[in-house]
């Protein structure tokens, strides 16, 4: 199944033995981001853009530091989704959505990360643009916060006349760097969480049988499991879910596109530049770069 497209450095495919091991029906494509010659995609941030939805918008990433005149939040793990209009650092929540009507200008959007997932999510339907940019931690995403800001666009699309499933047709979804695999350790709360999640949002849904076999591999890593393939020795309560490839799955559970998904896959805990909150604290560290992530609403230059 032809499921992701993934950015590397050369362009050419990687091995992913965790995540190959865990999900052998998944077939992971790779593709050069930019014309950087750089050994790791982490080294290219600063200077990486990234188009999305035929170019109309596009992705920027700084470390530490926030693009000019970007609109962010006061972010509290939640499963809040705020209008840009109403948006600042005051403001309580996890993601931010805007539209954007030919002639009128918004704000960009910027999230920033240390290990939680940020996702970008972009349509340009009949000449009017829709995103929305979420943080979505374990907590987040188990609340369905990438689900509230799809239905905030589609909400505002059928304000212009156009339906959900036009505007998921077009839709284009980024995820960005976090931890995943062998280095995401959760406990039993985290996956009751996102166990709840699928059984909330998905019990009903018709595709759900399609990728339930997925969602169950990237969900129910254990440290049996890990342990049993040689990787490392952890107890067996532990778990590993990979959030990256769940959030896939639920946007294409939703009705996104398989081809208009992307990750960039990047883990965190290992980067040699991204900062790693989970790092961090079990080396006793608090020293990094936190990574910003913009969604601009405009072409890419």
């Not at 494509?29 to 014309?35: G, H, M, V």
């Not at 005051?90 to 959007?109: I, K, M, P």
């Not at 960005?176 to 699928?198: D, K, M, N, Q, R």
């Amino acid at each position: 199944m032809e499921l992701l497209r993934f950015f590397d450095s050369k362009g050419s495919s990687v091995p992913m033995v965790f995540e190959n091991a865990f999900a052998p029906s998944l077939r992971f494509l790779f593709a050069d981001a930019d014309s950087a010659n750089c050994n790791s995609t982490a080294l290219r941030l600063p200077h990486l853009a990234i188009p999305l939805a035929n170019n109309t918008f596009h992705v920027r990433f700084l470390l530490d530091d926030i693009l000019p005149g970007s609109c962010e939040l006061e972010q509290v793990h939640s499963g809040i989704v705020v209008e840009e209009s109403v948006a600042g650092p005051a403001v309580a929540g996890d993601g931010l959505y805007a539209v954007c009507t030919e002639g009128e200008v918004v704000r960009t959007l910027a999230i920033r990360t240390a290990d939680c997932l940020a996702v970008a999510l972009s349509a340009q339907v009949d000449g009017v643009r829709y995103g929305a940019l979420v943080h979505a931690g374990w907590r987040g995403f188990a609340e369905g916060i990438h689900i509230r800001a799809i239905n905030l666009l589609a909400d505002a699309a059928k304000h212009h006349g156009v339906e959900k499933q036009k505007l998921l047709d077009s839709l284009s979804v980024l995820v960005g760097p976090a931890i995943f695999g062998a280095s995401y350790e959760c406990g039993v709360e985290v996956h009751l969480g996102l166990t709840a999640h699928y059984k909330q949002h998905f019990a009903a849904c018709p595709l759900f049988s399609q990728y339930r076999g997925v969602v169950e591999t990237c969900l129910n890593v254990s440290g049996a499991g890990v342990e049993r393939l040689g990787a490392s020795l952890y107890l067996s309560q532990k778990f590993y879910p990979d959030l990256q490839l769940l959030m896939a799955c639920d946007c294409l559970m939703l009705g996104v596109k398989q081809g208009n998904i992307q990750i960039l896959r990047e883990n965190t805990w290992n980067s040699p530049i991204l900062y790693s909150y989970r790092h961090a604290t079990v080396h006793g560290r608090t020293e990094g770069r936190r990574l910003h992530t913009h969604l601009l609403f405009s072409p890419q230059k």
